[in-house]
């Protein structure tokens, strides 16, 4: 039989194999999307033509515009058994439920008294959390958390590192967890000198490495122009 | 368009028979959906991973050692309202018998003349040529990867050229900085460090932009 000439009206299109497509890829882009909470502030750093990924292990400081600072580790048992140790070296006592909220937490930025509020206060709240005046790092009356925190932060992130290291030896398996690195996050109009303050704190620690975080900028350089 | 499920249509004649009842569905909704999702998802997860640029701070050096002196250095030294000034050498005070008082020069953030990055081209020239050349063996192949890259990690460490020193006042912002460091990435600059401005250098700078 000859095929009859279409009817008039809508024209059919088979699109299951188009649906399945979008789906799948709708798919693999919510597995491998990481959620990030929104960050106690926002800091909108310069841009260079540096290509570097941000390390996923990272101990971040962000310095905003009025020269505060906020401390985060990426690492989230690492932050929890630092905040175990700043508890016990401050004397601050923290439930073992704050402790876990913490883990959660994006950057902070407050001094480690008014902490236990900060953490029970609300998401809409901790934004304009009164007592956010940043990680205090006063040298003149000896009140320098933010050092505190970077070298125990620091030590701990380090320490997951090893021992994760050692558990995939033992294993047998690859070993592929990056090492943590130091990294600072600025905005473009602070002050260089607020920066320079964050900056005496790690070299203080016998840290000299930093991954200085600024958005991408077009451009190469003249050993590897742009193609 | 998706398939649009269609009833039955006017049968001919007066017979009537059960509606024939379609098991098509309209897929346009859905396919609204996922390519909603799926936009929402490329654009978010493409645009969260944030850039860096890595730096390294020289360690204090042990306090009974002798600083060594920079021999071939430029100094820039960053100010307000994005100036950018420099010299070369020594700094001196005043006039001595190794040479005259040092003065400072304006230079701007620009890509065309007087800027910085020109300024940096030209005063990179001897290295970048050799840079250059290392390139040009190496995309030819007559150079294998680990020794291009060891080549080039000696050519920027050459003791003939530049030393960048970038000094900052109180008024330089966080971009200033980057911003210099960026140009001297772009030019291939090996040594350049992070110094803290000097009393004098700060007085010099401020006769330029007439603050006190």
Not at chain 1, 59 to 69: F, K, N, P, Y
Not at chain 1, 140 to 147: F, S
Not at chain 2, 93 to 118: C, P, V
């Amino acid at each position: 039989m000859s095929k009859k000439p279409s009817k008039g009206g809508a024209p059919a299109l088979d699109m299951t194999p188009m649906v399945d497509l979008a789906f799948l890829l709708v798919t693999f882009f919510m597995l491998t999307a990481s959620f990030r909470m929104a960050e106690p502030v926002v800091v909108d750093p310069p841009s260079s033509i540096g290509k570097v990924d941000l390390p996923d292990n990272h101990i971040l400081v962000t310095v905003d515009q009025d020269g505060r600072a906020f401390f985060g580790i990426s690492n989230s048992s690492a932050k929890m058994s630092a905040l175990r140790l700043m508890s016990a070296k401050y004397k601050v006592p923290f439930t073992e439920e704050q402790i876990i909220k913490f883990s959660g937490l994006p950057s902070f930025g407050v001094d480690i008294k008014d902490l236990p509020a900060y953490i029970d206060a609300k998401e809409e709240a901790r934004t304009n959390f009164k007592g956010q005046r940043g990680v205090p790092l006063d040298t003149i009356i000896p009140n320098n958390q933010l050092k505190d925190w970077i070298a125990i932060g620091g030590g701990e992130a380090v320490k997951m590192y090893q021992a994760a290291k050692e558990k995939a030896a033992e294993a047998g398996g690859e070993f592929k967890a990056e090492k943590p690195r130091y990294a600072i996050k600025s905005a473009a109009t602070t002050k260089y000198i607020f920066v320079k303050d964050i900056i005496k704190q790690f070299t203080d620690l016998k840290i000299y490495q930093f991954n200085l975080i600024t958005s991408l900028e077009g451009g190469g350089t003249i050993i590897e122009p742009e193609k | 368009m998706a398939e649009i499920a269609e009833g039955g249509g006017g049968h001919k004649g007066g017979k009537k028979r059960a509606k024939k009842q379609s098991t098509r569905i309209d897929m346009t909704p859905m396919v609204d959906l996922a390519f909603l999702l799926l936009t929402f998802f490329v654009l978010t997860a493409t645009f969260s991973k944030p850039k860096s640029m890595e730096l390294t701070f020289p360690a204090p050096p042990p306090p009974d050692q002798k600083i060594e002196e920079v021999k071939k250095g430029i100094t820039f030294l960053l100010s307000k309202d994005d100036r950018i000034f420099y010299y070369e050498g020594q700094f001196r005070a005043a006039d001595d018998e190794k040479g005259t008082k040092t003065q400072i020069a304006e230079l701007n953030f620009s890509k065309d003349k007087g800027g910085l990055r020109k300024y940096l081209l030209e005063k990179n020239k001897d290295m970048q040529t050799k840079v250059l050349a290392l390139k040009a063996k190496f995309d030819n192949k007559q150079l294998v990867d680990t020794t291009y890259k060891r080549m080039v990690r000696d050519a920027k460490a050459d003791k003939e050229s530049f030393t960048y020193l970038i000094k900052t006042d109180d008024q330089a912002t966080y971009k200033n900085v980057i911003d210099v460091i960026d140009e001297l990435n772009y030019n291939a600059v090996g040594k350049y460090v992070m110094v803290d401005i000097l009393k004098p250098e700060m007085d010099l700078v401020k006769e330029k932009t007439g603050t006190n």
